[in-house]
């Protein structure tokens, strides 16, 4: 421990070199450069808290940006709906094609009945049926009504002929008998009458 008299004695060897106007001016600018910093300090601090806050503020708008909004369909549900709507495209496609195919069928078939239609309107069917009779062969189908069926030879000719009667009795007539046309017509006659 110090003694109080030593304490005493170096207290007044000090007095000399201490000047109280200047140490308390000393203190003074000391305070005022504690004020001055604090100042400063407070002002930085505000000026940091306020970057803060415009810094927060900037954090939670991209935050809120970055994340999908409700009315936008997740991930998943939007690969879901753009699959849904490939296979309704194919679907369509499809049936696009499917049905200009058969527009074109009933395009074609659609020329082919005009065609047709025109080919009909210069058509003249009574000159084609004319065209089609055959005199001889509607002779022999009347004949062949009356009851005359002619026999015909391998070589064309008719030799024979066979007469059904109206008593349903069939009868043989041969062209080589010798008799004259009209007396071979008389009897013709005579037998399908019988």
């Known amino acids: 421990m110090i003694d109080v008299q030593d304490a005493t004695k170096l207290i007044r060897e000090m007095l000399p070199i201490m000047d109280p106007d200047e140490d308390y001016m000393t203190i003074v600018a000391a305070e005022e450069k504690f004020k001055e910093s604090e100042a400063a300090r407070k002002k930085e601090l505000e000026e940091a808290l306020a970057n803060l806050k415009a810094l927060a503020k900037?954090?939670?708008a991209a935050r809120?940006?970055?994340t999908r909004p409700a009315s936008v369909p997740s991930e998943q549900a939007h690969a879901t709906t753009l699959n849904?709507?490939?296979s309704?495209?194919?679907s369509l496609a499809k049936s696009?094609?499917?049905a200009e195919a058969l527009l074109a069928s009933?395009?074609?078939e659609l020329a082919a009945l005009k065609e047709e239609a025109r080919m009909l309107e210069v058509y003249d069917p009574a000159s084609e049926h004319e065209k089609e009779l055959d005199g001889?062969?509607?002779r022999l189908a009347f004949y062949k009504g009356l009851g005359f069926d002619p026999v015909v030879e391998k070589d064309g000719n008719v030799k024979k002929m066979f007469i059904r009667s109206q008593s349903g009795d069939v009868h043989s007539a041969d062209f080589t008998s010798g008799l004259s046309d009209f007396?071979?017509?008389q009897h013709l006659w005579k037998l399908v009458n019988s």
Do not use: G, N, V
């Open 88 to 90: 309704s495209r194919l």
């Open 106 to 108: 009933k395009e074609a």
């Open 58 to 60: 900037i954090l939670e």
């Open 183 to 185: 007396e071979f017509t």
């Open 136 to 138: 001889s062969a509607l």
């Open 96 to 98: 696009i094609s499917d």
């Open 84 to 86: 849904e709507l490939d």
């Open 64 to 66: 809120i940006s970055s």
